[in-house]
């Protein structure tokens, strides 16, 4: 075991700590002589240079007694988990949960009978992997029971204990595993956690829909995702997960396109360049992930056919497309078509056709059913077809045509659609 004094730093100076909304918290329950310490995401996070949203507390007071500490210091406390010993203090505006330290009793999938407990290293020892077993004090003192700071150095995910046991106890532990892997790890995942996830992998059939979604868009948008994605292709478990061929090697291109653009992770984008083909293969995404009809628009357009925004293709091409697209949308497509093209990140070429939307700015159509009608069209479904010509032709022609040559067009157009 390796204690925080000699082993491991001092993160007292972390702004998320200091600020009075935190330090309340611990003085509320420092005033009841109740201990309190900082655990998992936070203590890891700040360990590793790296922004903390969310601060959660352990304790080995029960819930009854943070309850009491929080009202004797004015805080507002709400018991959203208080059966599982977690309750909600409201320190300036913020939340913060306030958990009772446990150890686990007996576990059965997703869900473990646990019982309350003093012991920190039990506590510690319930949890999932040794990054997330990091505790600290109000004044930043890190209390290091299994030895996580040392993985935190070494940049690598190590589950606590025995791999497939933790695995048996929850099987999104796969996910979450190969997501902090590509979030926070260098180098290949660990060898005897890839292990026990290849053996475990039929577990994930259990697991709903919804949670799998969220911790593989997840996994997606972190740092090292193509690398780890090719891992898990490489032992069967990418196809396995998403019922689909992977094609590991255009997200790959995909991600190296975006740093050198300097691009945030898109993980939709990502996982349409991973495993969208055709227009089949989005729908089948968008039911096994139960995707939104916004994120599933996404893969959607990747299978439709390009609309020849490669640098061989006339800016009208580019022009058209954005018109059609608009800027988020054409984005994603010239980076998709980027990616499948093999062209190299660095691409002058292609980059000038993503940043299109920089300098023009596509032109509104100044044509609308009503000028339709006034020219004696009645209403009905040959308002759309004209106006969808009108637009057709004003499209083909670069969009250069001005309102004047536009209702010229109309008029040819109406007189056409009579004469049929």
Request: charged share 25%.
């Amino acid at each position: 075991m390796a204690g925080a004094a000699s082993t491991s730093p001092r993160i007292g100076d972390a702004p998320w700590l200091q600020r009075p909304e935190t330090q309340a918290v611990f003085a509320a329950l420092a005033a009841q002589g109740l201990a309190a310490r900082v655990v998992g995401g936070a203590v890891r996070n700040a360990l590793l240079g790296q922004p903390v949203t969310d601060v959660d507390i352990a304790t080995p007071a029960r819930p009854d007694e943070v309850m009491a500490a929080a009202g004797q210091a004015g805080l507002k406390a709400i018991p959203t988990g208080i059966e599982h010993g977690t309750v909600t203090l409201i320190s300036g505006g913020a939340p913060y949960e306030v958990t009772t330290l446990r150890k686990d009793v007996e576990t059965h999938g997703r869900h473990a009978t646990v019982a309350f407990t003093g012991d920190w290293e039990a506590d510690a020892r319930r949890r999932d992997f040794t990054i997330n077993a990091l505790y600290c004090s109000a004044d930043g003192e890190v209390f290091d029971p299994l030895s996580g700071y040392g993985d935190i150095q070494a940049r690598r995910v190590r589950f606590i204990g025995d791999p497939a046991e933790r695995i048996r106890e929850d099987y999104l532990r796969i996910l979450r595993f190969f997501r902090l892997t590509a979030t926070f790890a260098a180098g290949p995942p660990d060898a005897a956690a890839m292990a026990a996830c290849v053996r475990g992998r039929d577990g994930l059939t259990i697991l709903s829909a919804e949670r799998v979604r969220q911790e593989v868009l997840r996994l997606l948008a972190a740092p090292h995702a193509a690398e780890i994605a090719g891992a898990m292709h490489d032992h069967g478990l990418l196809n396995f997960v998403l019922g689909a061929a992977p094609r590991p090697t255009l997200l790959a291109r995909l991600s190296a396109i975006e740093g050198a653009l300097g691009l945030e992770a898109d993980a939709m984008l990502r996982l349409a360049a991973l495993v969208v083909e055709v227009a089949e293969d989005a729908e089948r995404m968008r039911e096994r992930l139960r995707l939104s009809n916004e994120e599933a628009a996404t893969l959607l357009r990747a299978a439709a056919p390009s609309p020849g925004l490669g640098p061989s293709s006339p800016e009208s091409a580019a022009r058209a497309a954005l018109y059609r697209l608009e800027a988020p949308a054409y984005r994603q497509r010239v980076l998709l078509d980027w990616a499948r093209s093999g062209d190299p990140p660095t691409s002058n070429a292609w980059s000038r056709r993503y940043h299109v939307p920089d300098t023009w700015q596509p032109p509104r159509l100044p044509i609308a059913g009503t000028d339709v009608m006034a020219l004696g069209v009645p209403a009905g479904p040959r308002i759309g077809e004209i106006l969808r010509a009108l637009e057709t032709w004003w499209i083909d022609g670069d969009l250069a045509a001005g309102e004047d040559a536009l209702r010229s067009k109309l008029k040819e157009l109406i007189v056409e659609v009579r004469d049929t």
